[in-house]
């Protein structure tokens, strides 16, 4: 097993620090000033970025549009002294993703450009990805993807333990005792690595969050573990969000130049019951932000359900507020390009039909912002046809909606068939026929 070390995030000392770097922040004691046309603005307590002026001022302008920043880097855990440095007020600038000019996926109004072509696409899941140890498996699943014209696949880019797990058995993450080691040995990240290869070599584009919320693959419970606190107050904890910026830094490290990373994501179905809406909106903004500063080429997404909207609202669970989340708020955040939302009626207490009105009230919530929707996860455990496929068609006549991917994709193995939760679809069965092949052949004749 090879990790890396612990390494501080504190910044190299310069006279003036450049566009996008950090520039204050708790324990930070680099340059608090920025290059002409850029000032130091707050994200969070731990956080302060340089970002473009307001573009009222023609030479900001000028500098923003010629900005492509390409920045390698790697990180570990640390975790920061209790030091915060005051700086100007919060406020963001617009940074959408410059794929367009990089070749990389990106959005183009209302619908995402893979490629050159700007369509609908469908996709689907795949958390187990990224675990697997054997290649030829991975190429299995990315070769039928290929063939079935699946262009996007979201997969697990976390896997936290709080103790070593037995050899031979695949984590990202070690967080343990306030620290935070990431494992890039053969065991670890270059699991991940063989993802994304297999990926580019074959034309599909991956989604790859950072972080669950819930505690499968460590998830917010393993930094509540290492460094204290309650999954409430997870996005506001200084040492987890420390180790969990670190290990951000470390991934879009690896992946920054390849084009088979359609978008990265701070979380799987974040939530923050009971909290106020701005616990969220804080944290989803200082992150992207954060995001950005690392990479500006590739998108940035949230990764939740879509919870909190009043748009087409019935008063029903997933519409209100009670998981801390504000769809439209947090949509209306510079530097998420897209929203992302989810669909499970079993699981909140509604119907199946009621799922049509879910797809169609943030498509509108969408086209009023301007940005695409993602119709990111959706299943029914039984009847598959009957009750996705209707899903399937509203979102693809939906205006607003840009994609969906099914929860979640299934296949056969070396070792036999991978993880069935009741939603897997299987390759090469009806149900597959039904919900990918008809379906795309309904999008792309």
């Known amino acids: 097993m090879k990790t890396l070390g612990i390494l501080s995030l504190t910044g190299l000392v310069s006279a003036q620090a450049a566009p996008y770097a950090q520039c204050g922040g708790s324990g930070y004691s680099g340059s608090t000033t920025c290059v002409s046309g850029w000032t130091c603005q707050y994200q969070n307590d731990w956080y302060s970025q340089c970002l473009a002026c307001k573009c009222a001022q023609i030479v900001c302008c000028n500098a923003f549009n010629r900005l492509t920043r390409n920045t390698k880097a790697a990180g570990g855990g640390t975790t920061l002294s209790t030091r915060v440095l005051t700086t100007t007020s919060k406020t963001t600038t617009t940074t959408k993703a410059t794929g367009s000019a990089t070749g990389f996926p990106t959005t183009n109004g209302l619908e995402f450009e893979i490629g050159g072509k700007t369509s609908y696409f469908a996709g689907s899941n795949s958390y187990w990805i990224g675990f697997l140890t054997n290649n030829d498996d991975v190429d299995l699943v990315f070769d039928h993807m290929d063939e079935s014209r699946l262009r996007i696949l979201r997969v697990w880019g976390f896997n936290d333990v709080n103790n070593v797990p037995s050899s031979g058995t695949v984590y990202y993450q070690l967080l343990k005792d306030g620290t935070a080691t990431i494992n890039t040995g053969a065991d670890g990240l270059q699991r991940l690595d063989y993802v994304v290869a297999s990926a580019e070599a074959r034309n599909v584009k991956l989604i790859i969050n950072f972080v669950n919320n819930w505690s499968?693959?460590?998830?917010?419970?393993?930094y509540v573990t290492a460094f204290g606190g309650s999954q409430t107050s997870w996005y506001t904890n200084t040492a987890a969000q420390?180790?969990?910026?670190?290990?951000?830094?470390?991934v879009v490290s690896r992946y920054i130049d390849s084009p088979a990373v359609f978008a990265w994501e701070l979380a799987n179905e974040p939530r923050c019951k009971g909290c106020d809406p701005s616990v969220l909106y804080d944290w989803i903004q200082s992150t992207s932000a954060y995001i950005k500063s690392l990479d500006s080429k590739h998108m940035v997404a949230i990764g939740d359900e879509g919870f909190g909207l009043d748009t087409g609202s019935d008063g029903s669970y997933p519409y209100g507020y009670s998981?801390?989340?504000?769809?439209?708020?947090n949509l209306g955040i510079d530097t998420i390009d897209f929203a992302t939302f989810h669909l499970y009626p079993t699981s909140w207490g509604t119907t199946n039909d009621w799922g049509n009105g879910w797809v169609?009230?943030?498509?509108?919530a969408c086209a009023a912002a301007g940005k695409p929707c993602l119709f990111e996860e959706y299943g029914a455990t039984s009847d598959h046809c009957n009750i996705e496929a209707p899903w399937q068609k509203t979102a693809l006549g939906t205006t607003g909606v840009a994609a969906d991917l099914y929860w979640q994709y299934g296949d056969t193995l070396s070792s036999g068939k991978s993880a069935d939760d009741g939603n897997t679809i299987y390759y090469g069965?009806?149900?597959?026929?039904?919900?990918v092949t008809d379906h795309i052949a309904a999008i792309d004749p």
């Open 429 to 435: 069965t009806s149900e597959f026929t039904c919900l």
């Open 242 to 250: 420390t180790a969990y910026r670190a290990y951000i830094k470390a």
């Open 216 to 222: 499968d693959y460590g998830g917010m419970a393993a």
């Open 360 to 364: 169609t009230s943030h498509g509108a």
């Open 323 to 329: 998981e801390g989340l504000n769809f439209t708020m």
